[in-house]
């Protein structure tokens, strides 16, 4: 699978978020980032070499701070500009269809404020419903959002946890899937040479692996116990 990360945001070098995330993408031909600011500085799209590199992956990924509760404008102006009929929908407009649309959203407040009782007083999911609409309309694949709460203030293990999430989100076909993270974090560890890690690195990224996969199994557990109390 082959997977393109579209980021956008006007001011990335100063942004902690993204420069964090910049540095964990995995380094892969099969991954390729691709910052729309950078690329059209002055604001214009070239819309035929965008909807060419559309054509060339799998997965198309859309990274960029969640400013009231939608884009940065140069993003919402892309699809305005590449998302067009014929292309993306329409008459003969089944360029994209069955592939995977993604967000990669970094939001400022805190996770419990997008639940019920919090401040925002919407999910992220019913936040996201017009990106939803648009991968229906255009015939791809919606994931399951990949939200960064509070970037500044989270603790280094955090973002060890944080890394790893990205890069599953990234590489993996199922990033959504328990099992599949488990076998991927297995994976990654017998890929990774013990002659360039020191002990300390080493315990650390195994500990890290170990809570990642009890954060799992938690997680099914509860799904199992909300099936068993909604079959009662």
């Known amino acids: 699978m082959k997977t393109l990360v579209i980021i956008s945001h006007p001011n990335i070098n100063e942004s902690s978020s993204q420069q964090f995330l910049i540095q964990s993408f995995p380094q892969s031909e099969k991954i390729t980032m691709h910052h729309l600011e950078g ?103 919606y994931l399951k959002p990949l939200t960064i709460f509070q970037f500044p203030y989270m603790k280094e293990a955090q973002k060890m946890q944080l890394l790893i999430k990205y890069q599953q989100w990234v590489m993996m076909e199922k990033p959504d899937s328990l099992k599949a993270r488990e076998v991927w974090i297995v994976n990654q560890l017998e890929e990774t040479s013990h002659d360039t890690l020191d002990a300390d690195e080493s315990s650390f990224i195994l500990d890290q692996a170990i809570e990642i996969i009890e954060d799992n199994r938690i997680e099914l557990d509860e799904l199992r116990m909300h099936i068993d109390n909604n079959d009662q």
């Open 39 to 141: 690329t059209y500085p002055d604001g214009q799209i070239d819309v035929k070499r965008e909807q060419a590199l559309l054509k060339e992956y799998d997965r198309i990924l859309f990274q960029f701070p969640f400013y009231w509760y939608s884009s940065p404008p140069l993003l919402k102006h892309w699809f305005d500009e590449v998302l067009e009929e014929h292309f993306a929908f329409g008459y003969r407009g089944n360029k994209l269809h069955g592939k995977e649309f993604g967000l990669i959203l970094v939001v400022g407040v805190g996770e419990k404020e997008y639940q019920t009782g919090g401040q925002e007083g919407f999910s992220i999911s019913e936040l996201t419903k017009p990106y939803q609409a648009i991968a229906k309309k255009i015939g791809m694949q």
